[in-house]
Nanobody, 119 residues
């Protein structure tokens, strides 16, 4: 089992910044891949950013150039630096971790953290 705990959400004005964190514990491995999804009001959950075990990153088109995904060296904590926030970034942000040491692979989700961008 893997436990994921997100933090760092909150309310911010347009143009502001926030940094989300996702602390992992349990059966984690340096072969895991990790990322952030979000679900806005009345919207489907969407992928925001992803980082592979090798460090390759992917960003959704709507956040490219504004958000940065990174992790600490031991891969226990995942971060999402969000700059230039827009009202359309308002959503619940979820951390996800995929564990490949199990067969089949397993995906784990955090509980979500609310980000609200409003003037």
């Amino acid at each position: 089992q893997v436990q994921l705990v997100e933090s760092g959400g909150g309310s911010v004005q347009p143009g502001g910044s926030l940094r989300l964190s996702c602390a992992a514990s349990g059966s984690i491995s340096n072969t895991d891949s990790m990322g952030w999804h979000r679900q806005g009001p009345g919207k489907l959950r969407e992928l925001v950013a992803w980082i592979s075990s090798g460090g390759t990153t992917y960003y959704g088109d709507s956040v490219k150039g504004r958000f940065t995904i990174f992790r600490d060296n031991d891969m226990n904590t995942l971060y999402l630096q969000m700059n230039g926030l827009k009202p359309e970034d308002t959503a619940v942000y979820y951390c996800k971790r995929v564990v490949y040491t199990s067969v089949p692979s397993k995906a784990y989700w955090g509980q979500g953290t609310q980000v609200t961008v409003s003037s």
